[in-house]
């Protein structure tokens, strides 16, 4: 039944309407006849009901059968049950019909204007737990069946059809009608498929759901964050709030922004090395700089070349050029401007064979010595003094132990390993759980993590000096995963969304300073952890699939 079926059956006829019987409306008083016959059948029921305990109680004490009854008590049962029969029918029936009146109006405000109805899902195309005997509409079981047989490519379906929501829901029939798996888990609902297209994947069949978690307030240069991290690592987002509130509570931490500069360093090879050599001069030299400049800032209205390193192996070149690229993380910026810059040198140096616009000396998602002497993205160091009762009743450890465990593990014991800025106790962790949070690239996680942890005891040997230096944070709040739905409300949480138009690149510095800030909470929470002897015994209770996180609080608070 509809809305306005039901509105048609409960409405009653309008005032002054001809035939119209009279309704009762709430707080109307009932008719004098009527209040008449429930007082009668009301006393009726109290005098029988009296009557017949004090005969059923006289006849207990004189051992008199109960069933041996004379006519007044016959009389009495029979009032007794007319009276009850006349009382339920009167005010029970009110009783439902208040109750299913009631219903009926909360429907009706619930359900408001008449809704359209959502239009049939085949059953192929529904999520993962759709009922895979469903027949397919013939026009879709013929594109799959071409999918499958290798006539129609699948990336083509989205151009074809016009709609991605379809095409990835055929995709996804024709794989499992290759490989014979269901794919289920795999949700395919509830995403929008549009917002990907020609920009963040290709032939999707579904996407993976994956839970955020909020450490904070993170007080960072005075101001509150709440850090949204994805990850399906136990322990971390807890380990990384009882970091926060360390620092909360010593007054907060610090940062400074030293290069915000993304990278791109395209190879060329020449006849001879000392050709190589001659470009190399050219692009270092100072006085053609500007002329460079010009060349390469004409690709954006962000991008803004500041700076060309040179290095050769033999007959190679690869060229460093390093530019400011606003709030985007920037590599398509750049990019454009080194073909600019390319095309340009072309002319002087015909001889020079372009093999790639990325030789490596970048160096992207990749770990590099060279990333981490010069930077790359945003160069980042993050401070922040811990006071000693701090230390001892937040971090349950003390100094001088943090201290002592900082040196032979985040450095001995790093250098052992051969490390190359990995000079620190789980730095990726943070970084690549904001990173999928906020829709960064999880691979630029490589060099983004590239950091030295470094803590001192300060004020008389009493409270702790802490500081993580991270020169290759690669992040954006502008392009890529950033306009997503979800991560542009983690973009959204941290007051970093979208570019900033009064300051462009300040969005972008801002997010990277953040990071900096969840690692220095992270690694003051797991050194201590790890002084205090408490990190196998927190994973093993929090990170087994316990269904009880009411003793999580000894990580967070």
Not at 484 to 497: P, T
Request: include cysteine; hydrophobic fraction near 45%.
């Amino acid at each position: 039944m509809d809305v306005r079926q039901r509105q048609r059956r409960v409405a009653p006829p309008a005032v002054g309407q001809a035939g119209a019987p009279r309704v009762l409306q709430a707080g109307d008083a009932l008719p004098l006849p009527i209040r008449h016959t429930n007082l009668i059948f009301s006393a009726l029921f109290a005098a029988s009901l009296a009557y017949l305990m004090r005969r059923w109680r006289e006849k207990i004490r004189s051992s008199t059968p109960l069933h041996v009854v004379d006519l007044t008590e016959i009389l009495s049962i029979f009032g007794l049950v007319a009276s009850l029969i006349y009382l339920l029918s009167f005010f029970g029936i009110a009783f439902v019909q208040s109750i299913v009146s009631s219903s009926d109006e909360d429907e009706d405000f619930l359900v408001g204007p008449p809704a359209v109805p959502a239009p049939a899902q085949c059953g192929l195309l529904g999520g993962a737990d759709a009922v895979l005997s469903e027949k397919m509409p013939e026009e879709d079981e013929e594109i799959v069946a071409s999918v499958v047989a290798g006539k129609v490519p699948s990336y083509v379906l989205e151009t074809k059809l016009g709609d991605c929501r379809r095409a990835a829901g055929l995709r996804r029939e024709a794989v499992r009608r290759i490989t014979g798996r269901q794919i289920e888990g795999l949700p395919l609902d509830g995403f929008d498929y549009a917002s990907i297209l020609g920009q963040c994947c290709e032939l999707p069949v579904g996407y993976v759901q994956l839970p955020v978690g909020i450490a904070g307030p993170l007080l960072l240069d005075g101001q509150r964050f709440y850090v949204p991290m994805a990850t399906t690592e136990g322990c971390l987002v807890a380990s990384t709030n009882r970091g926060c509130k360390a620092i909360a509570e010593s007054g907060g931490a610090t940062s400074v922004v030293l290069r915000d500069a993304m990278t791109r360093a395209p190879v060329a090879r020449f006849p001879t090395a000392r050709r190589a050599a001659e470009l190399k001069a050219f692009l270092e030299d100072p006085a053609n700089f500007d002329t460079l400049s010009v060349v390469f800032n004409r690709s954006s209205r962000f991008g803004r070349l500041q700076g060309v390193q040179c290095a050769m192996a033999g007959r190679n070149l690869y060229m460093r050029f390093s530019c400011s690229t606003g709030d985007a993380m920037g590599m398509n910026m750049i990019s454009k401007g080194v073909q600019n810059v390319l095309d340009y040198l072309q002319d002087d140096f015909p001889d020079m064979d372009v093999i790639s616009i990325s030789g490596n000396f970048c160096s992207d998602k990749k770990p590099a010595a060279v990333n981490w002497i010069e930077g790359r993205g945003k160069s980042v160091v993050c401070e922040a003094v811990i006071k000693e009762e701090i230390v001892k009743k937040v971090l349950k450890t003390n100094v001088q132990s943090l201290v002592e465990l900082n040196v032979i593990k985040n450095l001995a014991g790093s250098a052992v390993a051969g490390a190359l800025g990995g000079f620190n106790a789980h730095a990726s962790n943070i970084v690549t759980a904001i990173f999928i949070a906020t829709g960064q690239d999880p691979a630029q996680n490589v060099e983004s993590s590239q950091c030295i942890t470094m803590l001192e005891a300060v004020n008389d040997g009493k409270d702790l000096h802490i500081s993580v230096t991270m020169p290759s944070i690669e992040v954006g709040t502008v392009g890529g995963g950033t306009q997503l739905a979800s991560q542009s409300a983690c973009l959204d949480l941290l007051g970093v969304k979208g570019a900033n138009r009064e300051s462009p690149g300040s969005n972008a510095r801002l997010l990277a300073t953040v990071v900096a800030g969840g690692v220095l909470a992270g690694e003051l929470s797991l050194l201590s952890a790890l002084a205090a002897g408490q990190l196998v015994k927190s994973h093993m209770k929090y990170n087994r699939s316990s269904r009880d996180m009411s003793k999580a609080a000894s990580l967070s608070s």
